[in-house]
């Protein structure tokens, strides 16, 4: 996958090249799909190999994880959390929650397009309402999501109190996109409005679009999760979408399986007691009320 090569691949890995084809075919036959396609000279994943070198990716991080050292004191507890969409209520609760419980430490994954998850190997899982996680039969609600215009200072839309998809459509756009070409929800809520919108930029990385939106000669989206983040980009105004993108809840999801662990609950009970009270508790990183 790395050099989209199989003479250049067996050559790193010391093996002859009939070796290592022979090493995909058996693999491929016990997977029964196919991992690559062949584009000219080149070897190249196909949407199952990406999924499955994601899946081994994960794997693989989880027998790391397991390589712990012998020292008992050096051991910590660990909470296992997945985030399918990035909520900043809860990650500020995760970080209070360490702090206030040194001994235990957090195993953090997210993923900016929202790859294909290991379900199984999290404790919990961060996701809309709308998502489902097939497992996890118990959620909570941490808070709802809507979205921003992202709008260049300078421009005459920064000054309205709220934006429609409508009165976007000649300008210019920065949006995520992912390995297999699939784009952020916005651009398909902006093609529902009757246009194609204009990508000035593309990534698949969320801190190059700030960065590349934070100049401001572009428009983008974000969740409200996200505004205090892009708040801090002087040339830059957050404005509220008009209303195609439908107010949605971000949840908390665990299995029972989840509740066998009593470092899990009692994570779980912080945060419930937390979200009671009001508030996310803690210092919050984006807002500078952070001391160093």
């Known amino acids: 996958a790395k050099y989209q090569s199989m003479s250049k691949a067996a050559e790193e890995l010391h093996v002859s090249q009939p070796s290592l084809s022979s090493c995909i075919i058996r693999l491929e036959k016990e ?3 196919k991992l690559f396609d062949r584009n000219g000279r080149k070897i190249v994943l196909n949407s199952y190999g990406k999924y499955f070198l994601n899946m081994t990716r994960q794997i693989l991080n989880l027998v790391n994880e397991c390589k712990v050292p012998t020292n008992e004191k050096a051991l910590m507890e660990r909470i296992n959390i997945g985030f399918m969409n990035y909520n900043e209520k809860l990650f500020s ?3 209070s929650f360490s702090a206030e419980n040194p001994g235990i430490g957090f195993n953090v994954h997210g993923s900016t397009m929202g790859e294909p998850f290991a379900y199984s190997a999290f404790d919990f ?3 809309l309402a709308y998502e489902g996680i097939p497992m996890f039969n118990h959620e909570l609600t941490i808070d ?3 979205d ?3 709008v260049p200072k300078n421009h005459p839309l920064a000054k309205k109190e709220s934006i429609s998809f409508e009165e976007l459509k000649d300008e210019k756009f920065c949006f995520l996109k992912d390995e297999d070409g699939g784009y952020e929800s916005e651009y398909k809520a902006c093609v529902m409005s009757g246009f ?3 990508c000035a930029f593309v990534t698949n990385d969320a801190f190059y679009k700030l960065r590349y939106i934070s100049q401001g000669n572009v428009f983008g989206f974000i969740p409200n999760s996200w505004k205090e983040v892009y708040e ?7 404005i509220p979408e008009a209303g195609i993108l439908k107010e949605t809840a971000s949840k ?4 029972d399986m989840t509740l066998n662990s009593e470092t899990n609950r009692k994570f779980l009970s912080y945060v419930k007691d937390k979200l009671e009270a009001g508030g996310s508790a803690g210092n919050n990183y984006w807002s500078g009320e952070t001391e160093e």
């Open 31 to 33: 997977l029964g799909v």
């Open 93 to 95: 609760l995760i970080g």
């Open 125 to 127: 899982i961060i996701g």
């Open 144 to 146: 709802s999501r809507y």
């Open 148 to 150: 921003y215009v992202i």
């Open 196 to 198: 194609i919108p204009k």
């Open 232 to 238: 801090q980009c002087e040339n830059i105004v957050l």
């Open 252 to 255: 908390l999801y665990w299995s």
